[in-house]
């Protein structure tokens, strides 16, 4: 798979590299031993949004735990996972109907949240609602690209400008999930990218501009997570052939598309399976005295390469797939075809 290819390249690196890798731990240590974390979160509000499943559901139950006053923005606040949240929680946990994109209804979260808010306000907004697909450009429209960004993006600019004031006046966080593909040009993942490298444009230009309000803004960059949360959309094969065109069946192949899914759910089922990474570092995000612009969160063997690979030349960064036995085959069943 094209995660082995690139643990091949990690260990090279880190054979050649030790001090590297030791000055990582270092700080990984470091961090781990760094004081100043809220013991409970009395008096305080956090606002979370995706909290139906996900990582936005087990972090609104530890913020509950902790003390805060949690209000759980939930697509269906009548659904399942809602009503799990609601009967594992506290009484201080709040479901709220939340459709970030949806201007009425983040204006009504905001009512709701202002009317309900504890004596210290609100603390935090945790921008956590998202979805995630998986389709090689050609293999999307127009609308595939505008309901992604919407979501991702669109929906985290909404919430965020709507809840600044609040936070502001805490000197609180705000808190964005990204991902490693926001900076990772990954193969399939085309419009998952863009709405997340916007996401972390916003977020950074936010930071800037709240660092003179003393709000802290975070980002999260979590790696292969598909089997510690449903946020992976599953498909078939054919799901994919039929929604291409003529013109595109004429440049791809049920063959090809075949392989292609088959490697894309064999690579989810790779990842982590549970999600303690994540929700320990959005729970620092929020609670510690000095939160992480970032939070990159992979392996430690992957860590060397995601570090390096933002710094890495452009020819370099491309020619790192040539190394994924998927994008050989991709190229080889291309070429007959074409031919």
């Known amino acids: 798979t094209f995660y082995s290819s690139i643990n091949r390249i990690i260990f090279l690196f880190c054979k050649y590299c030790s001090v590297g890798h030791l000055t990582f731990c270092s700080l990984k240590n470091l961090v781990c031993r760094q004081p100043g974390i809220m013991q409970d979160g009395y008096g305080y509000a956090v606002l979370i949004t995706g909290c139906d499943s996900g990582f936005g559901h087990q972090l609104a139950r530890c913020l509950d735990q902790r003390g805060f006053v949690v209000f759980a923005g939930c697509l269906c606040p ?21 459709d970030v994109t949806s201007d009425e ?17 609100l603390w935090a907004v945790v921008n ?53 593909f926001s900076f990772f040009n990954c193969l399939n993942m085309g419009a998952y990218s863009v709405s997340k490298r916007g996401l ?84 620092h995000a929020v609670t510690s005295a000095k939160p992480k612009s970032r939070y990159l969160l992979v392996s430690t063997m992957d860590m060397c390469f995601f570090k390096l690979f933002p710094f890495l030349p ?22 007959t075809h074409s031919t």
């Not at 595939?144 to 609040?166: E, Y």
């Open 200 to 283: 972390e444009a916003f977020a950074d230009c936010l930071r800037v501009e709240m660092a003179s309000f003393d709000v802290k803004v975070s980002i999260i960059q979590p790696g292969n997570f598909g089997q510690a949360t449903n946020i992976v959309r599953m498909k078939t094969a054919y799901d994919i052939w039929e929604k291409l065109d003529d013109e595109r069946k004429q440049s791809f192949n049920q063959h090809y598309i075949k392989l292609a899914n088959e490697y894309f759910l064999s690579t989810c089922k790779s990842g982590f399976k549970n999600a303690d990474l994540v929700i320990n570092a959005m729970l």
């Open 314 to 335: 452009t020819a370099v960064t491309d020619a790192v797939f040539t190394l994924s036995s998927m994008y050989t085959k991709r190229k080889q069943i291309m070429h």
């Open 105 to 121: 209804d983040v204006k009504q979260a905001k009512r709701v949240v202002q009317e309900n808010l504890p004596e210290k306000g």
């Open 128 to 180: 956590n609602a998202g979805i995630s697909d998986w389709a090689e450009i050609e293999w999307s429209t127009i609308k595939d690209f505008h309901n992604m960004v919407d979501i991702n993006l669109f929906g985290c600019i909404r919430t965020s400008i709507a809840f600044l004031p609040l936070v502001r006046a805490t000197k609180g966080r705000m808190v964005f999930m990204s991902s490693i």
């Open 78 to 98: 009548e659904g399942a996972g809602a009503r799990s949240l609601q009967s594992l929680s506290s009484k201080n946990l709040r479901i709220l109907k939340l």
